[in-house]
């Protein structure tokens, strides 16, 4: 009778576990309820946390996302304080996670984003006059101004510029880098193409300037700031062990994949003053194609369909 008993619980166990959707789902564990995240302060992990926040919502899970500097996001992450990290930018954070990965404190749960990429670039207009690679440069040095415009005092890129300067690279040795915040390069930038003026100037990618303005990234600059024009891969990590206790929401992390299109359009939103699941609702209105690939096989918090949910949600 008690073996007939155990058999009856574990069918009826795997029965309610099995969604209409497929899915070998019935809920996920209490603790998986709210899902806690960093953010390092740069809008780019803003704006994927916001497109996160929005389905997670929708899905009946809740984002808990903390401002943290990367090192002290990492930390946090390896004392089991945060569960997602959307912004693991490689090879830059490599040394971060070889560390972590010693300690056993991460799981990588998948790439997010590739593309991305953070070298020395020039208007279009310049490009078309014949700098197209860092070896260009010196032959146009008096329309530059003998100038390289970079970002705050104290940032890893200024540095490589300063070593390239400083090292005579390129023939620049005569050059000067002028440092200034970001908001005050660009604004720099935009001068210069008010007056279809020559000018050199760090860039990246995701970011809204790559919408402002027609740009051309130099090529040549491997030794300072890596191939493939400074590219770079995002990956999300999770702490060991969460995606074992919470497959269904891991699921959506590993499918939630991004392009530097979208990143650049929510980033300026965001910048804008927009906030940012208002800015990630909106964009997600307008793109339900998306939905499909990042949905595809999970379910809400409860086990019940996730796409149906999160389309109802957005009103779709």
């Known amino acids: 009778m008690k073996k007939t008993s155990v058999a009856a619980g574990t069918t009826l166990a795997i029965l309610l576990s099995v969604s209409v959707a497929g899915t070998v789902h019935a809920g996920e564990d209490a603790a998986c309820k709210t899902i806690r995240m960093s953010d390092p302060g740069w809008t780019d992990i803003t704006a994927t946390n916001g497109v996160a926040g929005v389905l997670l919502s929708a899905l009946g899970y809740e984002a808990e996302v903390k401002t943290l500097s990367v090192p002290i996001g990492y930390e946090a992450m390896k004392n089991k304080e945060i569960d997602v990290f959307l912004g693991n930018w490689m090879p830059a954070q490599n040394a971060f996670i070889e560390d972590l990965k010693k300690a056993e404190a991460i799981e990588i749960v998948g790439r997010n984003l590739e593309g991305a990429k953070f070298t020395l670039a020039v208007?279009?207009?310049?490009?078309?006059?014949?700098?197209?690679?860092?070896?260009?440069?010196?032959?146009?040095?008096?329309?530059?101004?003998?100038?390289?415009?970079?970002?705050?005092?104290?940032?890893?890129?200024?540095?490589?510029?300063?070593?390239?300067?400083?090292?005579?690279?390129?023939?620049?040795?005569?050059?000067?880098?002028?440092?200034s915040s970001e908001q005050a390069m660009l604004a720099q930038v935009e001068r210069a193409a008010e007056k279809k003026a020559a000018i050199v100037f760090l860039a990246w990618a995701p970011h809204p300037m790559n919408n402002r303005f027609e740009l051309t990234y130099l090529s040549g600059g491997d030794a300072y700031f890596g191939p493939n024009y400074g590219g770079a891969e995002v990956y999300t990590l999770a702490r060991t062990g969460w995606t074992a206790m919470c497959p269904n929401a891991a699921r959506l992390f590993k499918q939630l994949t991004f392009d530097i299109a979208m990143e650049n359009t929510l980033m300026g939103k965001i910048l804008e003053g927009e906030e940012p699941k208002a800015a990630a609702t909106a964009w997600l209105k307008e793109n339900p194609q998306s939905l499909g690939p990042w949905l595809e096989g999970v379910t809400t918090f409860d086990g019940a369909p996730g796409t149906e949910a999160v389309k109802a949600s957005l009103g779709l």
Not at 148 to 173: C, H, R, T, V, W
């Open 123 to 179: 208007p279009s207009y310049v490009a078309a006059e014949g700098v197209k690679d860092f070896s260009d440069l010196q032959k146009h040095a008096d329309e530059f101004d003998h100038s390289i415009y970079g970002i705050e005092p104290g940032a890893p890129a200024n540095g490589s510029i300063q070593k390239m300067i400083d090292a005579g690279e390129f023939g620049l040795a005569d050059w000067k880098l002028v440092e």
